[in-house]
């Protein structure tokens, strides 16, 4: 069973500051996707990295996939207000068949912004 | 966006009850998913599909069964429900194009 550690589980920051979230594993996954959740409603896609030492910007956040596929970090610069939420990341596994599409859910980020 | 809907949003059931959560899409994707989610535990696969009756389990199928025999419509029943699974739950369609899920809003469940 493929694991993915989610750390930290809470953050609680104020409006302007940076944070980073970490997802880190012992498997090697083929792609890792981070999804944003907001009470109520289900998670949205913000990316996909599928490529080792891949970096993706999304405005002010930036998103890597580690060297070996195994880990991955969201960096989020001078963060709002509107930025709070519950972010997770969720990796795919390094097999195909009936495997394809079956994610590995991190336990989530609970991102909390102070104005 | 695939349209993806789930139903009911809400539900409050006795336990021994039967259950049916309903799943629909209208995009003909292949593969649908059904996730619960739990304080903790972030997002577990119960039983997913990548077909017309095409169905496999995931890592909490326990007390779980599904059914698909239409593209559009994957249905999960709770054959006897049980204060274990009072959770939300939520289906998923894979969108090739992103290699990311499409999630539902979720179903609210719980079992009194």
């Known amino acids: 069973t493929q694991l993915l550690e989610q750390s930290p589980q809470f953050l609680s920051i104020q409006e302007g500051e940076n944070l980073t979230v970490y997802c880190n594993s012992s498997?090697?996954?083929?792609?890792l996707q981070w999804y944003r959740q907001e009470p109520g409603e289900g998670p949205v896609l913000l990316v996909t990295?599928?490529?080792?030492?891949e970096v993706k910007k999304l405005k002010r956040l930036t998103f890597q996939f580690g060297d070996a596929r195994k880990d991955s970090s969201l960096h989020i610069t001078a963060a709002q207000t509107g930025d709070t939420g519950l972010y997770l990341c969720?990796?795919?596994?390094?097999?195909?068949?009936?495997?394809?599409?079956?994610?590995?859910f991190g336990q989530g980020t609970i991102l909390t912004v102070h104005p | 966006d695939a349209g993806i809907t789930q139903s009911p949003r809400h539900k409050v059931t006795e336990t021994g009850t039967p259950v049916t959560l309903r799943c629909h899409q209208t995009e003909n994707h292949r593969y649908m998913y059904w996730y619960r989610q739990d304080p903790g535990h972030g997002l577990r696969l119960i039983h997913y599909?990548?077909?017309?009756?095409?169905?496999d389990k995931g890592e909490v199928s326990d007390g779980y069964s599904v059914s698909r025999s239409k593209t559009e419509d994957f249905l999960l029943t709770l054959e006897s429900a049980t204060s274990s699974q009072t959770s939300v739950y939520f289906c998923a369609i894979l969108s090739t194009g992103s290699y990311g899920y499409t999630f539902g809003s979720g179903t609210r469940l719980t079992v009194v």
């Open positions: 498997s090697v996954f083929s792609s």
């Open positions: 599909s990548y077909g017309v009756k095409d169905t």
């Open positions: 990295v599928v490529t080792g030492g």
């Open positions: 969720a990796g795919a596994p390094d097999a195909g068949g009936t495997s394809y599409g079956k994610l590995t």
